[in-house]
């Protein structure tokens, strides 16, 4: 029986997601002349029903640990990367933010239209420039009020696979003179690399303690927070 239920299901989740992503891509376009915060909350309500909609039409559920940890905003969020769920969810959890994404993806048809509303610092990773543009992109982005959130693996990364972290949001936060907060999850034990395949369960999402930059270096502070998303998900792996 559930192996009958779940494509159904699957289905379902698509059935009101794939419209969602049209109507409100468009409708965001239609309010571009209107504050930036306007149009962020209109293209982010996608977000709250996706993350909403895959709780009740797949069974996908999310509990988060450690709220308090969040400090006020701007700050910088290293995040471990093992699905497209966090990305979304990223916006359910946290204060208004851009994040850090391949060009590519604002090509994509309405999905893309809308990501380049709420202005993601996007970067074009084949450019020698890549470095400097994300710094001074984020720079812009903090003075403005909003997060920055990285996913320093650079690549969603299997549960239980380590792969070097990049510096350049731990750079981003020395040079905006604000603090460091890691993130880790388990989404990959229930939505792995692919956008067709996701389990019923629950998704742990973890907040560490806040890192102060100042007096710090880039290596040093993305250690810090290496060290501490490994061993969170070291300890969300199930057993046996």
Partial sequence: MKTILWPLRLGAFYLVIIPATILIATFGWLCAPFPDIVCYRIITSWSHIFIWWAKVSCGLKYQVLNRENLPAAPFVVLCNH???????FMQVLLPPQSWVLKRELLFIPFFGWG???IKPIAIDRS???AV????????????SGRCVVFYPEGTRVAPGVERRYSRSG??????????VVPIAHNAGNFWPRGPWIKQPG???VIIGAAIATQGQDATAITEIARSWIES????????G
């Fill in 132 to 143: 400097r543009d994300t710094l001074e992109k984020g720079v812009a982005r903090i003075k």
């Fill in 170 to 179: 731990a750079a981003l936060a020395i040079a905006a003179n604000v603090p």
């Fill in 115 to 117: 990501l380049a509303l």
């Fill in 82 to 88: 093992q699905s497209m769920w966090e990305t979304i």
């Fill in 232 to 239: 969170q998900k070291q300890l969300m792996q199930p057993k």
């Fill in 127 to 129: 450019s020698s420039n």
């Fill in 202 to 204: 629950t998704i742990t």
